[in-house]
Structure formats: structure tokens, C-alpha cells
């Protein structure tokens, strides 16, 4: 299932990688998303001494970044049917070297 660039999206910088893996299961489709923190330069998340993210606060902001961030700019087909607008349905802080999403399980 191709994901197709919506108009208008954000610029995400060069030296980002973003992962995406995409499950199709009976009767719905799975996106997960990777993305830096970083790469949303317009939002301020919560810091404290030198630009450490204070995590629970941050997290608080995470669900609705993700969907303006990426969910809002992402879609989906199924052969020449578009697919509804996909909801963010949960979003989390990780470390940049945290190797568990190198793959959907």
C-alpha cells in the first residue's frame, strides 16, 4: 500500500531519518511512525538545563503533535481507494539509540 505525499508538508530536514512500517490486518490498517524530535522545529517542547526534554511533561503534547506533525499529512490507498484520514492512537519518547523500532513487532 503506497503512502503518498500530501501538498503543502512540513519540510523535514536533511539529515532526518523518518521509519514508517505499515500492517494491514482484517478490517484495519496500522501505521507506525518514527520520527525525531528534532525534525519538529516549531513546537516547543518542555526542557530543563541544557535542552534536556523533561519527559513527562512533553509526552502530555505528543499525541497531538503527532497528528500535526505527521498524521495530518499522510495518506493512504488501498488500490485507487483512498483510505479515511488515520488517527493517532498513542505516541511515546524514545532515545535516539533505542533499536527496538527496527521493525513493526
Do not use: C, N
Not at 17 to 45: Q, W
Not at 58 to 63: F, I, K, P, R, S
Amino acid at each position: 500500500m503506497p503512502v503518498a505525499p500530501a501538498g503543502g508538508v512540513h519540510e523535514i530536514p536533511a539529515d532526518v531519518i523518518v521509519r514508517a512500517f505499515v500492517k494491514a490486518e482484517a478490517g484495519a490498517l496500522h501505521l507506525v511512525v518514527r520520527v525525531p524530535l528534532t525534525s519538529m522545529r516549531d513546537v516547543d517542547f518542555p526542557v530543563r538545563g541544557p535542552g534536556y526534554v523533561e519527559v513527562e511533561e512533553a509526552t502530555e503534547l505528543l499525541a497531538d503533535q503527532a497528528k500535526v506533525w505527521i498524521a495530518d499529512y499522510v495518506t493512504l490507498y488501498e488500490e485507487a481507494d483512498r483510505l479515511p484520514a488515520p488517527t493517532v492512537t498513542g505516541a511515546r519518547i524514545s532515545l535516539p539509540s533505542d533499536p527496538s523500532f527496527a521493525d513493526y513487532d
